[in-house]
């Protein structure tokens, strides 16, 4: 038999850790932790809890970790957010948004426009090779633009 009362232990706990500051990885283990024991107790609707959370890449993993997703993975997406390759795989999903997926590739392209900007210097300082790297990366993200 399920448990789901289990999201009025986990719910406050999270969002007292989360207004008082807690540091990511203070969360994400005494969080792991609070799941693996309501788990142990037969929680059986850790995902209405983890959708509460969907803001905090802490919580996010700290329900991974204990093996609890959302069936649309929109947690994996969360989680991903800060790495652009990774993000644009867990956006392969019926549920996803147009929008959601646009600013997923605007993410991509200003990482990739960072790593091209970052590999300028392996031009050797050529004049024309620096100025063709800034222009392809400007090309890519023109909300940042080059530095001469």
């Known amino acids: ?4 009362s289990a999201n009025e232990i986990f719910n406050p706990v999270a969002r007292a850790l989360i207004d008082a500051g807690a540091p990511n990885d203070t969360k994400r283990k005494v969080l792991g932790d609070l799941i693996g024991g309501l788990q142990d107790g037969d929680w059986d609707t850790e995902d209405e809890s983890l959708e509460e959370f969907l803001d905090d890449p802490a919580v996010i993993q700290a329900f991974a970790d204990k093996g609890v997703h959302l069936s649309d993975r929109r947690c994996c997406r969360a989680e991903h ?4 390759a990774a993000h644009l795989l ?5 549920d996803v948004s147009e929008t959601e ?6 993410a991509y392209a ?5 790593r091209i900007r970052a590999s300028r210097d392996h031009a050797r300082g050529a004049t024309s090779g620096t100025a ?12 940042t633009k080059s530095k001469p």
């Open 1 to 4: 038999m399920g448990w789901s």
């Open 81 to 84: 957010a800060k790495e652009p």
């Open 90 to 94: 867990a956006l392969r999903h019926e």
């Open 101 to 106: 997926m646009a600013r997923a590739i605007d």
């Open 110 to 114: 200003h990482h990739l426009a960072e």
């Open 132 to 143: 063709i790297v800034d222009f392809a990366a400007d090309l890519i993200d023109p909300q």
